[in-house]
């Protein structure tokens, strides 16, 4: 089992920036890929960036690449999502997911474990 805790959403204006962070607990925290999916009103929740288990290597949504980056601390149990340039349409949920099988997909049905989500609002 892993339980996932997000913080670090917020109010931005537009071009800010903001860290997301996520802790886990559980022992599998380190064995597991991690995704950050968001969540925009009468959307569907949609893959952002995530990160593999061992190589560490990381994958992100056409809408983050060049602006996000994903990283993992195994250490502390901690996913992190770095945003910079945030657009107004970057406004949702935020939440991370854990993939205790490290397939390292963009879909949410390969995800096992969910946070709460945190709410990112950016201000045009």
């Known amino acids: 089992q892993v339980q996932l805790v997000e913080s670090g959403g917020g109010l931005v204006e537009a071009g800010g920036s903001l860290r997301l962070s996520c802790a886990a607990s559980?022992?599998?925290?380190?064995?597991?890929?991690l995704g950050w999916f968001r969540q925009a009103p009468g959307k569907e929740r949609e893959f952002v960036a995530g990160?593999?288990?061992?190589?560490?290597?990381?994958y992100y949504a056409n809408s983050a690449k060049g602006r996000f980056t994903i990283s993992r601390d195994n250490a502390k149990n901690t996913v992190y999502l770095q945003m910079n340039a945030l657009k107004p349409e970057d406004t949702a949920v935020y939440y991370c997911?854990?993939?205790?099988?490290?397939?390292?997909?963009?879909?949410?049905?390969?995800?096992?474990?969910w946070g709460q989500g945190t709410q990112v609002t950016v201000s045009s």
């Open positions: 997911a854990a993939d205790f099988w490290n397939r390292g997909t963009s879909q949410r049905y390969d995800y096992d474990y």
């Open positions: 559980g022992r599998t925290f380190s064995s597991c890929a």
């Open positions: 990160i593999r288990r061992s190589s560490g290597s990381t």
